[in-house]
């Protein structure tokens, strides 16, 4: 969900502006998904990087990020939505994990839309974490490494029991994929678009699905 900054500055606005705004964009594309198919949305909220920016930015975002979550609990478990994170927490606020904790637990048994949020996410440091998880199994004698095969190490990346994306959506003209879901993703199909993602509409999304029903997807086969 990228150019919420950008939005922001080309309108002489403060940064944070954009984000409030891109977070009033995920509540409609969420609301949207169920009616166009889309049974699983991940959103790329905040990455492992995002550290470096100003410490306003960065708190002022993970405020955003704790309003969203109170307002729209009551929301996301009428509308049948299951909220899940993904990413390290141990860095983050303990209010706030506090708060992931609670709507996840609270939104567990729905089942309408799987919606997931990476918060502190990198992709280089999901694959870290399950490799180092790989070896405490092996140095405790509960897997061997012969066993260390994909299925092993999908289990155990934040998105275990996920299914991998089959789409990969980049707003704001950047044309690269910043270290989101490198394991899922590999083989998804990717849309860059240069709507920045405040003004990323739910009829974008429709048509960029539309587009994406049509490509043929041969996982590495050959064309018959």
């Not at 979550?69 to 996301?76: R, W």
């Not at 994990?97 to 048994?109: D, F, H, P």
């Not at 994909?150 to 029991?161: E, H, K, N, V």
Request: a positive charge.
């Amino acid at each position: 969900m990228d150019g919420n900054g950008r939005w922001a500055k080309n309108r002489g606005w403060p940064r944070l502006v954009g984000h409030r705004r891109g977070a009033e964009r995920v509540k409609e594309i969420v609301r949207a998904c169920p009616d166009m198919g889309v049974r699983w949305l991940t959103v790329y909220a905040f990455s492992t990087e995002n550290w470096k920016r100003s410490t306003e930015e960065v708190l002022g975002l993970m405020g955003i990020f704790a309003r969203y979550i109170e307002k729209e609990a009551d929301g996301l478990s009428a509308e049948g939505v299951r909220l899940r994170f993904i990413g390290a927490r141990e860095r983050l606020d303990p209010k706030l994990q506090a708060l992931m904790v609670g709507i996840e637990e609270r939104t567990a048994s729905n089942t309408r839309l799987n919606f997931n949020v990476a918060i502190n996410y990198g992709g280089r440091d999901e694959l870290r974490r399950a490799f180092i998880r790989c070896a405490q199994d092996v140095a405790e004698g509960r897997l061997s490494p012969d066993a260390i095969n994909d299925a092993a190490i999908s289990a155990r990346l934040d998105t275990a029991g996920m299914p991998d994306p089959d789409l990969v959506i980049r707003t704001s003209g950047e044309s690269r994929t910043s270290n989101f879901l490198p394991w899922q993703a590999a083989y998804a199909e990717y849309e860059f678009t240069p709507t920045l993602w405040p003004d990323f509409t739910p009829e974008e999304m429709a048509r960029i699905l539309s587009c994406f029903g049509m490509r043929e997807r041969r996982f590495g086969g050959a064309k018959a």
